[in-house]
């Protein structure tokens, strides 16, 4: 596997440094007591009142009717590549409570839930993509998901592969440096816009 380190202008934990999201998975099962960290770290993380909204269908290589079947909500795309990794999850989020509550932080609670999933991945030295690019359509007539839930992502798990299994449009992507936004763009102060003094005071 290609190590690309974030390139952080401070300092976070060597977990944070090393979490990126490759699509070469190596064909080697996932074990299934570190399946089972993973699920267990998601099921700690925070949530709105507790509500705990997340749910997941999981599917490996074990069952190759139920790893197709999840395999098969992806777009084409996400397919070619992510039919290499041993492990497939479809997150869902309950979006309304048992009173009808809308629950309008379900989406972000998930989200921390699977954050969790793939911080302890990490440490497990597994890979984890996660997609946007799947039919939720189809995945919601494929498992009859109840109308008060959403499904929200996809993701693929496994131990990295070699580069080399892939075409050479998405090998270039691998190798492509990782990216992301300056802090002075998103982090403001006073009002909308204003980049926070915090930075400004505090140029590297």
Not at 11 to 29: E, K, N, Q, T
Not at 90 to 104: I, N, P
């Amino acid at each position: 596997m290609t190590e690309k380190l974030a390139l952080n202008e401070y300092p976070v934990h060597d977990l944070i440094r090393s979490r990126w999201s490759p699509r070469a998975f190596a064909h080697s099962p996932v074990e299934e007591d570190k399946i089972l960290s993973l699920l267990e770290a998601a099921r700690w993380a925070p949530s709105s009142y507790n509500y705990q909204p997340w749910n997941f269908i999981l599917a490996t290589k074990d069952n190759e009717t139920e790893y197709n079947q999840l395999l098969n909500t992806l777009v084409e795309f996400n397919q070619g590549w992510a039919k290499n990794a041993p492990v497939l999850i479809l997150a869902v989020a309950r979006v309304r409570s048992d009173e009808g509550k809308t629950l309008r932080h379900a989406f972000h609670d998930v989200g921390l839930a699977i954050e969790n999933l793939t911080i302890q991945a990490t440490a497990f030295g597994l890979a984890v993509h996660q997609m946007a690019g799947f039919d939720a359509d189809s995945a919601r007539k494929q498992y009859q998901i109840p109308d008060d839930y959403e499904p929200v992502t996809a993701l693929a798990v496994g131990y990295p592969g070699d580069l080399q299994s892939l075409g050479d449009g998405l090998r270039d992507r691998e190798l492509a440096p990782r990216t992301r936004k300056p802090l002075q763009e998103f982090v403001f102060g006073g009002q909308w816009g204003n980049t926070s003094p915090l930075l400004t005071n505090n140029k590297l």
